[in-house]
């Protein structure tokens, strides 16, 4: 029976946390089943020792233990679970002995006792599981931008849903929703909720108040509420009376940071009803007990890209307005590239199994990988580009997209003892798309962000060598910093025409809570709107330096409108050049699909775009708080002798802006 388990339900690694708490519980019943499992892991043991050494140090937490084969207070047997000597069983079977766990070290110890953990819960009839809705939230209340479709068309599967399903442990039962494409818009919907917990996952801020309306209606209905997310953890740990005042009154228990440490463990305590207001884990989860995300959990059909993957977490390079490294890390962990490249496989083999048409199956053989920098750890680059390369000749439709930084194109990695240029091995692995993180094409706006790594000059250079290894690019594009004046619209226009930049993430400049942008701004007394629905790079809420807040919005809007325009498309993604290959290719028509897929996510921003100047025409002006620039507000203050350096390194003096008071 326990051989049949153990054969079914291979080790979760990241269940210890609530197991090391089990551990401690002297007063659970359950401890007998510890001690029987400390049995067995000391017979499984007995040539090093090393768990009856952990034991002994347990047996100071209440528990007696003898010498090897014998524990006190306890067994499985007591317990009223089958004979620990089941556990030898799989011992027998060396050939299925891949999953036996041996305990060696602490970790390992501790899944040999979730395993039996495990098998309590799933073997205990009597007991009725935990129901969990996962619920990511979106905003469609202000009506403007982004509709259902755009989200199913541009965005991905929610990872954090995936990841979370694949800690719940199994005396509870996961079920997702994304109100990005599945929106609990009714009271109706609302009452037929049926959980236990809502799990609510609120990264973005601009989701904030949609979260609060859901876990509002939801707590009223007698969920167990629990929050977890960028967001959440932002405002715990910097903006304490907001976290107060629209955080916690919604919520039973926060899940602070990333949740592979706790997740297991709150669940534990829900059932046992002594839940906590806060957890957080002690440590940045390694990725060596990341689990394998539940992408069966998550309901994919909606999206046209079916499957998000994450390799890396952290970033070292700490830009100003980003909240990665604050929330992930300045270490950069990775993840082991075989596991990575087993799971795609697993994927791209069940795609291959159906009746697709060719495009069906291009699209469904697409990842997106949501790590915030692929290539920043080159020696961890090239053993994935590796495993992914070894994917694409197994699989041809596979490819993939992810997000990087224009001078990684630049560097070299090693591919088979060799040094190859990155972008050679990028598309040898089937690469087609990167998102990169360009800002700003004024070199004092990246100094200021911290991202003077993004070098102006070489930006045509590195673009064409992207372009060149056959990848699309979209070009993330920030307006708003403190050297920005109105020429930014058109300097940015430029740019992003004449390097014939496929899409582009248009964003105004948003002091995203927990960021060093947003902690300067504030001190600086001149964030004007507080309503994180704003806080979706769409909207002004702030003074900029050199700009009022309306021409900043106005000026957005119509950079969003021109580049979006039928001529400026043609200019970017129809230019002679791409034409001419497009028939040199013939007979295969590849490039004419792909000159076709790129018109039509040109088209759908073209739409958005529209949706939102027409939702702002009729949209009151009082947003704009006073609607004057910041070197305004400093003038009123006469503080323009005060100025100090962290504000002069953002406000340079010139002749737009008065010097004298
Ligand atoms: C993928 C992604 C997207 C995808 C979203 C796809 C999707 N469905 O998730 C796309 C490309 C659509 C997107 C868009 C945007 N994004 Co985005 N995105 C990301 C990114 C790169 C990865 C998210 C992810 O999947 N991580 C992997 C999972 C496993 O990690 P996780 O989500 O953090 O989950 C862990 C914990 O947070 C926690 N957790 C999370 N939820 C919950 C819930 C519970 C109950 C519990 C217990 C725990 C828990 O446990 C998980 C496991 O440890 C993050 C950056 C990042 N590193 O997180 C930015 C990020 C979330 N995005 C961000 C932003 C700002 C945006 C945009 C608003 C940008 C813009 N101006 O256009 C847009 C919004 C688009 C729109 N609709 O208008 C910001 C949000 C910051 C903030 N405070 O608002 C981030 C953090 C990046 C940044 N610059 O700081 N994004
Ligand atoms: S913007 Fe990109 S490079 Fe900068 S800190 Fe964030 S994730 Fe890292």
Known sequence: MLYDYLWRHPPRWHRSAVLEELLTDRASERLKVVGGIARWMMNFSAPIGRSSEMIRRRSTTGWSTGSCGTTGSGSITNAGVPNVADAYTPLSHPAKSDIIVMPYTDTEIQIGIEIFYNFIFKEDKTMEKLKILFITPETFAKAEGYTKEDIAFIGFPSLSAAVIGALTPDFAEFTAIDEAVDPLETEV??????????????????????????????????????????????????????????????????????????????????VKGRLKKIYRAAIQPPALIWPVPAYGAVNTAPFLVKHSRQATRGCPLDCEFCSVTSFNGPTFRTYDPAKLGQGIRTTLNNVAKRQLTNIQQEIQSFFAFVDDNITFDRAYLSKLLAELIRIKQEFPYFTWGGQTTLYAIDKKVKYEGIELPVGELLKRSGCIAMFIGIESVSKESLAIANKN????????????????????????????????????????????????????????????????????????????????????GRHVVYYPSRMTPEQLETGFLNLWKELYSLVTIAKRIVYPGQIVSAFKNLPRINKF??????????????????????TRQSASRDRFGKNVTFADILLERNERQTLNKKQLKGIRISSTVPTET
């Open 189 to 270: 919907m609302l009452d037929s909720v049926h959980a236990d917990l809502v799990a609510i996952s609120l990264n973005m801020s601009y989701k904030a108040n949609r979260a609060m309306e859901i876990a509002s209606a939801l707590k009223s209905r007698g969920k167990i509420v629990v929050w977890g997310g960028v967001h959440v953890t932002s405002l715990y740990d910097h903006h304490r009376d907001r976290f107060d005042a629209e955080v916690a009154p919604y919520a039973d228990a926060v899940v602070l940071g990333e949740a592979e440490e706790i997740w297991g463990k709150l669940l534990e305590d829900a």
């Open 453 to 536: 790594f993004n070098d102006v000059d070489k930006y045509p250079d590195q673009i064409k060598k992207f372009h060149d290894y056959g990848m699309m690019l979209n070009a993330g594009m920030v307006m708003g910093f403190d050297s920005d004046t109105p020429s930014v619209f058109d300097d940015t226009y430029e740019f992003l025409v004449k390097n014939r930049i496929e899409i582009s993430l248009l964003n105004i400049l948003v002091p995203l809570p927990g960021t060093d942008l947003y902690m300067r701004y504030a001190a600086d007394g001149r964030i004007f709107d507080h309503n994180w629905e704003n806080y979706d």
């Open 593 to 614: 699909e792909q000159i076709g897929s790129r018109i039509f996510m040109n088209l759908r921003y073209a739409k958005i775009s529209a949706r939102i100047r027409k």
